[in-house]
């Protein structure tokens, strides 16, 4: 597929499912996940958060801290109810033979109750809810804004603002 129909698939594609692919991808590169799971062990960072934000400043959309402030507060309810306490779960259930299927179907849930805070996310995207567009389009390689959005997270979480380094080296591998 030439780049002309990359692009049209992805105008065809509604906010979820290019923020779903995009997450997707983006976690599966190398380095990715690890600095994703570090971020979230180490300083119980939001990695669907972090994604969200990696994807808004790939498509040229520019977050103030209010508009994540905003999209963290619209998913609060879900992650602390659902996510969380399947995280928790499959947690004590993990390297438990006795437990294996339980441990794999509890992964599973988690999967989808993650896609479904991504969902959640996207639709800010839909609503009009989440920043502005940047006058020019951002590349992944290109991590300006991308870096902006992670001051602004560090900021949040109470963080020094380089935290997000590996994950920043990570995505731009990627």
């Known amino acids: 597929m030439d780049a002309r129909e990359q692009t049209y698939e ?4 509604n906010a979820a499912q290019r923020l779903w692919r995009f997450a997707t ?3 599966a590169a ?3 996940a690890a600095a994703c799971l570090g971020a ?3 300083w119980s ?3 669907n958060l972090m994604l ?3 994807w808004c400043a790939s498509e040229a959309r520019h977050l103030k801290g209010d508009d994540i402030l905003f999209a963290q507060e619209r998913c609060r309810p879900w992650r602390e109810q ?3 306490p399947l995280r928790q779960q ?5 390297g438990q033979e006795a437990f294996a299927a339980e441990y794999a179907g509890s992964k599973t849930l988690e999967l989808q109750a993650e896609r479904t805070q991504l969902n959640f996310l996207a639709s800010l995207v839909e609503e009009g809810s989440a920043g502005h567009e940047a006058k020019a389009a951002a590349t992944v390689e290109d991590t300006s804004l991308l870096r902006g959005h992670f001051q602004i997270l560090a900021v949040h979480y109470g963080l020094d603002e380089d935290v997000f380094g590996p994950f920043l080296v990570a995505l731009s591998a990627a």
């Open 10 to 13: 992805q105008e065809q594609m």
């Open 25 to 27: 991808t983006v976690y």
């Open 30 to 32: 190398p380095g990715v």
């Open 40 to 42: 979230q062990n180490d």
């Open 45 to 47: 960072v939001d990695v």
């Open 52 to 54: 969200y934000v990696s």
């Open 82 to 84: 659902v996510i969380l």
């Open 90 to 94: 499959r947690m004590a259930w993990r």
